[in-house]
C-alpha cells in the first residue's frame, strides 16, 4: 500500500471501515437437516454462475463481474502466501468462492445478517458481497483495498479451518474472538490501525456465534477491533509464531486456555487483564494526543 493510501485508511477508517469489519463473520457448521438444504440451495446458486479455477479455490460469478477476476486472483495469492507461512500448511482443500449480487440475496442465503462477507465450514464456501462495483471496476484505490481486505479475511478463516482439520482439532474449542481476530491480523498486513475502543467487551463473552452475534449489537464497541488488538499484542509479546503455537497446543490439550497457557506461558486470564490495562493506558494517551478526527466514533 502506497504512502497515500494508508494516509487516507487512517482518515477515513473510523465511519467506512468499522462498518466493514461489522460485517464479516465465519459459519463453524449448520445443523442437519438445515445442512442437506443449505448444500442443496449452493449447488443450485452456482449452476446460475460462471465458474473458473484458481489453484484450490473455484470462483463463481456472475458473467458482469468477470471484470473482477483479475483483482481477485491476485488477493487470493496475496492471501494464500500469507496464510501458508502463518499456518505452515499447503492449504490444498477445495473451497468455493461465490459472489453475490445483492445484500437481500446473501442473507436470504446465509440466514445472516448485516454481513458483507461469510465463510462456512460446513459448506466449504466463502460468499462475498460485491459492493461498489463501479469503483471496483475502475480500479479506485480505497475500494480495491477494502475488497480486499474483506477477501482476505475470509480466506484466513477457510485457512484456519484447514489447518484445524490437519490437526484433528474441533473449531469450537477456539473461541470466536481469536478465530476472528487471526482473521483480522492477516487481512489488516499492510494497514495502520489507530482506532481505539470505548470499551473491551470480557472475553468470557465472545467464545461462540450466538455470544458474537449479541455483542455485535449489544455493546457500543467495535468486537473485530479489539480482537485484532488481541492478536496484535500476543504477536508483539511473542512473535507471529505464537498464533501457530497456540493452535497446535489447544489441539494437543483440547482446552484453549490450557493450549494458551502451554504456547504463551501465562494464563488467559492473566494476559486478559493485562491487556486490558495497557489498552486502557494506550487510549488515554491517544485520546490526548491526537486529533479528534482520529478517533474511534
Known amino acids: 500500500m502506497t504512502g497515500e493510501m494508508k494516509a487516507a485508511f487512517i ?18 457448521s449448520q445443523e442437519s437437516p438445515e445442512a442437506a438444504v443449505f448444500s442443496g440451495k449452493k449447488e443450485k ?43 505452515a500448511s499447503p492449504l490444498q482443500d477445495s473451497v468455493d468462492l461465490i459472489f453475490f449480487s445483492n445484500r437481500d440475496d446473501m442473507e436470504s442465503f446465509s440466514k445472516l445478517k448485516d454481513i458483507t462477507g ?38 484466513t478463516h477457510y485457512a484456519f479451518h484447514v489447518k484445524l482439520r490437519e490437526l484433528n482439532a474441533d473449531p469450537a474449542a477456539y473461541p470466536l474472538w481469536f478465530h476472528e481476530g487471526v482473521a483480522e491480523w492477516v487481512s ?3 494497514a495502520v490501525e489507530i482506532r481505539t475502543l470505548p470499551s473491551a467487551v470480557p472475553l468470557s463473552k465472545l467464545k461462540t456465534d450466538r455470544q458474537w452475534q449479541k455483542a455485535r449489537i449489544g455493546y457500543e464497541t467495535d468486537i473485530y477491533l479489539q480482537s485484532y488488538y488481541l492478536i496484535e499484542e500476543l504477536a508483539e509479546k511473542k512473535g507471529r509464531g505464537i498464533i501457530l503455537d497456540i493452535i497446535e497446543e489447544t489441539a494437543a490439550r483440547g482446552s484453549f486456555e490450557d493450549g494458551f497457557k502451554a504456547a504463551v506461558g501465562q494464563s488467559l486470564p492473566g494476559f486478559e487483564k493485562e491487556f486490558k490495562r495497557k489498552y486502557e493506558a494506550k487510549k488515554t494517551a491517544r485520546n490526548v ?8 466514533q
Do not use: W
Not at 11 to 21: P, Q, R
Open 11 to 28: 482518515l477515513i477508517m473510523a465511519g467506512t471501515l468499522s462498518a466493514l469489519l461489522l460485517a464479516v463473520f465465519v459459519v463453524f
Open 45 to 87: 446458486l452456482k449452476e446460475s454462475l460462471e465458474m473458473v479455477k484458481y489453484e484450490s479455490v473455484s470462483i463463481y460469478y456472475a458473467e458482469e463481474d468477470r471484470t473482477i477476476l483479475e483483482l481477485t486472483k491476485e488477493t487470493l495469492q496475496e492471501a494464500a502466501d500469507m496464510n501458508r507461512e502463518l499456518f
Open 118 to 155: 461469510f465463510y462456512s465450514n460446513d459448506m466449504r464456501m466463502i460468499g462475498l458481497l460485491l459492493e461498489e462495483k463501479k469503483h471496483l471496476n475502475s480500479g479506485e484505490g480505497f475500494a480495491v483495498f477494502l475488497y480486499k481486505r474483506v477477501l482476505i479475511h475470509e480466506y
Open 188 to 190: 489488516a498486513h499492510d
Open 289 to 296: 494526543s491526537l486529533p479528534c478526527r482520529f478517533h474511534y
